[in-house]
């Protein structure tokens, strides 16, 4: 039985800020002042905070006796046309970024790709990185302003809406990935590029016993302005298609993309269209649908590895479901309960000087610490214990 005294909390927001329809109730901080306040009660009272994203990285349940903080209601967004920049709270979900920046004529970093469900502060704090991150690489790279609230209540902040702004020890880096076990990020300021004249879309498909190595070597070290590079392997059939996303000027697109389509010839391919990435980023959601459930996957290898990779997960299975990313070196696939499955794909990924898959299922079950070293995870717990000597936020995430 949950048992925290939610009179007291409902005195710092007020009741229209607790959602009881939820068991247990959620708090939902509007502002700053109102969540270092919940933080600073949690702390003086030693009690565990889970902090609620939109649930989209797999983590085992908080405890029964945790308070649950949701940053739902911080959602507002202002676009810096003169600095390039968007100063957004935590809760605005990434699709609504990324259409306010649209407006403004701007690109945000994460594109559409985690649709409406995924907030810009969980995207943030769990690490992620969208269609564009050849061009952008991840997203914390964007991200070159932070405030946060950490575990004893106090507001920090890092960064500014200039790179210039950066001094000393850059917290926005610290703090990104970190799953909220130092601190709930409450507002991200993100730079924002001018989108570009042209950005098209390429893509071909291929029979499902193509090798594919050469072609995606080919194309990560020869063709000028990729943006995005990423294949799909949705396990329903033995079809692969590969998609390709070129921005720049419209003369420079348009070289670009006579090379892939010509890569993509050479390389097998009879079906090779041609589309705008908004059309292609739409569709693609239907895709990404098959790349769910306990059997995900997620391994990194290096990308000069990545061809190479891909072709050992099919030799392996062409009924897996498949997310590449060459440029990232990133692949979500979706095993069959099979150990032996994980077992080949750990040694084909060790083998190129890649790492081991993480686990959906044994995130949920036992938290990211098997995501680090024990080294890593040494550093990891003495900061916890230096931050947050109690453990009090988001305990159950490091287990």
Do not use: W
Request: with cysteine; net charge negative.
């Amino acid at each position: 039985m949950n048992s925290v005294d939610y009179v007291a909390y409902e005195a710092i927001l007020g009741p229209a800020h607790i959602d009881t329809s939820e068991d247990p109730p959620v708090l939902l901080p509007p502002g700053e002042g109102l969540l270092a306040g919940v933080l600073g009660k949690a702390h003086a009272d030693r009690q565990p905070v889970a902090i609620m994203g939109a649930g989209g990285f797999p983590v085992p349940d908080p405890a029964p006796d945790s308070l649950l903080l949701s940053t739902k209601a911080l959602t507002s967004v202002t676009i810096d046309t003169g600095d390039f920049v968007t100063i957004a709270e935590a809760g605005a979900a990434a699709v609504h970024v990324a259409k306010e920046a649209a407006r403004a004529g701007f690109g945000l970093p994460l594109d559409t790709l985690y649709a409406s469900k995924a907030t810009i502060g969980g995207a943030f704090t769990a690490g992620v990185f969208g269609l564009s991150s050849y061009r952008a690489f991840d997203f914390r790279s964007a991200v070159i302003g932070v405030r946060a609230v950490t575990a004893a209540g106090e507001i920090i902040t890092g960064g500014g809406r200039t790179v210039k702004n950066v001094t000393g020890y850059d917290i926005s880096r610290f703090l990104a990935g970190t799953m909220g076990l130092f601190g709930v990020v409450f507002e991200l300021t993100v730079k924002l590029a001018p989108v570009p004249k042209a950005r098209r879309v390429v893509i071909a498909e291929f029979p499902g016993d193509t090798r594919l190595s050469g072609v995606i070597r080919a194309i990560g070290s020869g063709v000028r302005h990729v943006s995005m590079f990423e294949i799909i392997s949705s396990g329903a059939d033995e079809r692969i298609v590969c998609a390709v996303s070129v921005e720049g000027l419209e003369s420079i697109v348009r070289e670009s993309i006579d090379e892939i389509v010509g890569m993509f010839g050479s390389a097998g391919s009879s079906n090779v269209r041609e589309t705008g990435f908004a059309e292609y980023a739409t569709d693609r959601g239907e895709a990404s649908a098959t790349i769910t459930g306990d059997g995900l996957c997620t391994i990194s290898v290096p990308p000069s590895s990545a061809g190479y990779f891909f072709d050992s997960i099919r030799s392996m299975s062409r009924s897996m479901p498949v997310i590449a990313h060459p440029s990232a070196g990133k692949f979500h696939v979706v095993c069959p309960d099979d150990g032996d499955i994980v077992r080949k794909l750990t040694e084909s990924s060790l083998a190129l000087g890649g790492k081991k898959p993480v686990e959906g299922a044994r995130l949920r079950s036992e938290g990211i610490g098997d995501l680090f070293t024990d080294p890593e995870q040494d550093v990891i717990r003495a900061l916890k214990r230096e931050l947050d000597p109690g453990n009090l936020l988001n305990p159950h995430v490091l287990m």
